[in-house]
């Protein structure tokens, strides 16, 4: 098994706290290769590395809150592939909350899955508002690539953060305001 956050935890804003990813255990064969919640059309494109974002918890804390987040990454290659994956946090206006940390390049096998629990230590005195968790993973196999992207969007208030849904962070935040304006 190869550790999935070696460096990648060790940037400032990202710590590693759960187990490290579980990279290299083969899927059983009467597994499903694909997850339950994505959507496929057969015969139409798949994106052979599928990721899921998901928020866990938030505590307080000296020098910003500390938010707990579940990153599950799958591979759907038929072959071995590696992959890099990073996460960042921007608010509405696509600004930087904390900069984009970068995984080591990871090694997978065909079907392989793993799961970290990471935790984004946010500025301190962080304004109320709307911000994006944006997961982002580039894989290769032997004669194939693929990216994907995964985000989480919240909204800030009185000091709290709420996992909200996509409609609502598009019609109440301002990510859209630039293209209303024109």
Known sequence: MKSF?????????LVVVGAAFGYGAET?????????NV???????QNNLQMTLTPLWVKGGKGG???????DAHSLFKTKAQAKLAVEM???????VID????PRLRMLPGAEGVQTLELTTPEKLADGYYTVRATGAAIAADEST?????????????EFFSISYEEYIAKSRALLEVAAQ
């Not at 959507?39 to 494109?45: I, R, V």
């Not at 984009?100 to 995984?103: C, G, H, K, L, Y």
């Not at 990216?147 to 000091?159: D, K, S």
């Open 39 to 45: 959507a496929s059309c057969e015969g139409g494109m």
């Open 100 to 103: 984009a940390v970068v995984s």
């Open 28 to 36: 059983p064969s009467s597994a499903p290769m694909i997850p339950e």
């Open 65 to 71: 809150e500390r938010l707990g987040l579940s990153l």
């Open 5 to 13: 956050l070696s460096r990648f935890g060790a940037a400032a804003g």
């Open 90 to 96: 921007v608010d509405d206006r696509g600004h930087p």
């Open 147 to 159: 990216e994907n992207v995964v985000q989480m969007y919240l909204r800030r208030e009185n000091g």
